[in-house]
């Protein structure tokens, strides 16, 4: 029987549809709790670039791998960019608290910030010099997603004068926005740059990119990434980019950026902080929308289950934004503070799970709607009508599964674009796109040597269904694949397969 990945230690059961993204960081870096978070559901991991070393990220990266390969586990993991995130220059210990009204001046050189005498002006520098550059009067400089709020009132070639309209605690590192201005900061820095040649060295499975304006930014991480790639003599190397749209200008650019992008990140928290926050849920679903109709997955980011932090459940508000983003269809939904840092990283991914189990067991009750992506459908490519036809059988039939050779990929994201509400499970030979599927709503991914003989696929698959999905013998599903298995680009045949059941019984029938 051909070798498959996944059948040494199980997981319990099958992760929810919903994909769950999960941030590394001192709260969840250990060999145990990377297991328990595969275990809870977590499909991808995160490595934030904007914190830590390089040492530690390659230290957690092996953790990951390590832990996911006992596991028997294609786990994927993404590496966030940094971009052009202004922050705060050093302060003091234990910060500088503004009071409304106080007068505050950035400088272009640096400086440790110090509390100022009584009624003086109070002094910061910034890290990038376009915080003095860029902006006007009259225009907003908010510190800290906005919970410190200031309005830019005069300025020189090397100070920005500001005075403070909403007050609060000022510490080294807080991000700085400036919604108003239209910053000149390219997309990526010096620092990016190690990060991105870092992922390619390390075979990180994405790479999200911060701050993006245009669709240029995109294009300029793409040929950056081939550049390095051909340096490093890995020319066939691909590493697909998710473009985090958390900027006003992302907006006015949005379908050419989503083209462009091989995913999409709903990034709420820069987001509130430039926009109104009572344009983000409209934004939000507007965004979803978009990548749908283009055919990209979406992921939904930023205080999912902020609570959880610091405490052990969730609110009831959090849990409705969370099984809304899966109404939505979102393809992944994912945690940053509270895995990374919370107390109760694990039980924040279960509490998503649950929330994901409820939500889909109620989804698959409604009317079927299989909305296959609109530019899809005009670019007449046979893979999305293909898809769209299984979808269709799939229906009618009540299968309990679908079975996709994807050797790589295409097929498991046509399929994963049709909103099917049963487990789309694709098999591939090759581990880093095992991974990458990671990402796809409704799949899970299967890694399996290509057997001698069809017959012998379908036996390794009927096992798989049986020990992994609880799927019974006489139980029907469907199986999407071509021959040579194995090869790319040739899965044209649509059978329905009895699981347990062998072609010349008469039970399983072909399409072609």
């Known amino acids: 029987m051909p070798a498959m990945n996944g059948t040494a230690r199980p997981i319990p059961s099958a992760p929810p549809l919903t994909k769950i993204i999960a941030t590394l960081g001192p709260a969840s870096s250990t060999e145990d709790t990377i297991g ?104 907003r400089l908010l510190i800290n997603d906005g919970a410190v709020r200031l309005l830019i009132i005069a300025k020189t070639d090397d100070e920005l004068t500001c005075t403070v309209t909403h007050g609060g605690l000022v510490t080294s590192g807080k991000g700085i926005n400036l919604p108003d201005t239209d910053l000149s900061l390219g997309p990526l820095g010096e620092r990016d740059w190690r990060h991105v040649r ?26 950056g990434i081939q550049r390095i790639a051909a340096e490093l003599e890995r020319s066939s190397f691909r590493l697909p980019i998710i473009a985090k749209i958390e900027i006003r200008k992302a907006l006015e650019e949005i379908e050419s950026i989503v083209e462009q992008a091989d995913a999409v990140m709903v990034a709420r928290g820069d987001l509130g902080v430039e926009m109104d926050l009572a344009q983000v849920p409209v934004i939000q679903k507007r965004l979803m929308a978009i990548a749908s109709d283009f055919g990209k997955p979406c992921i939904v980011a930023t205080q999912m289950l902020q609570s959880m932090i610091t405490e052990p459940v969730p609110t009831r508000a959090e849990a409705n934004d969370v099984a809304g983003a899966m109404f939505d269809r979102a393809d992944a939904v994912m945690l940053s503070g509270e895995t990374a840092v919370g107390k109760y990283p694990v039980l924040a991914v279960h509490n998503i799970t649950r929330i994901a189990r409820f939500t889909e067991a109620y989804l698959a009750t409604l009317p079927a709607d299989p909305s296959p992506p609109e530019r899809l459908i005009a670019s007449r490519y046979h893979g999305p009508g293909l898809a769209h036809g299984v979808w269709t059988i799939c229906q009618d039939i009540t299968a309990k599964c679908v079975v996709v050779w994807s050797q790589g990929g295409d097929g498991a994201r046509y399929l994963s674009q049709n909103n099917f509400l049963v487990p789309i499970v694709a098999v591939t030979s090759d581990e880093r796109i095992a991974r990458q599927m990671q990402l796809l709503r409704g799949v899970i991914p299967l890694r399996m040597d290509p057997p001698p003989t069809f017959d012998e696929f379908e036996a390794a698959i009927d096992e798989h269904l049986r020990h992994a999905h609880g799927i019974k013998n006489g139980e029907s599903c469907l199986i999407v694949a071509g021959e040579p298995l194995g090869a790319v680009g040739v899965a044209d045949h649509i059978m329905i397969h009895a699981v347990g059941e062998r072609p010349n019984d008469g039970r399983a029938e072909k399409y072609e």
Do not use: M, Y
Not at 47 to 66: A, T, Y
Not at 198 to 219: G, H, K, M, T
């Open 36 to 139: 328990d978070l595969i275990r809870a559901g977590v499909s991808v991991f995160r490595l934030n670039f904007s914190h830590g070393r390089l040492e530690e990220h390659q230290r957690i990266l092996k953790l990951v791998r390590k832990v996911a390969a006992a596991l028997g586990q294609s786990t994927a993991v993404l590496g966030d960019l940094q971009g052009p995130k202004i922050r705060v220059g050093e302060v003091a210990e234990p910060g500088v608290e503004l009071a409304e009204g106080a007068t505050v001046v950035f400088q272009r050189e640096p400086i440790v910030a110090r509390p100022a005498a009584d009624g003086g002006v109070q002094r910061f520098s910034a890290t990038c010099e376009e915080v003095i550059d860029d902006p006007e009067s009259g225009q």
């Open 198 to 223: 870092w992922a390619i060295e390390n075979d990180l499975d994405f790479l999200a990119l911060s701050f993006v304006r245009s669709d240029d930014d995109v294009r300029e991480l793409a040929a």
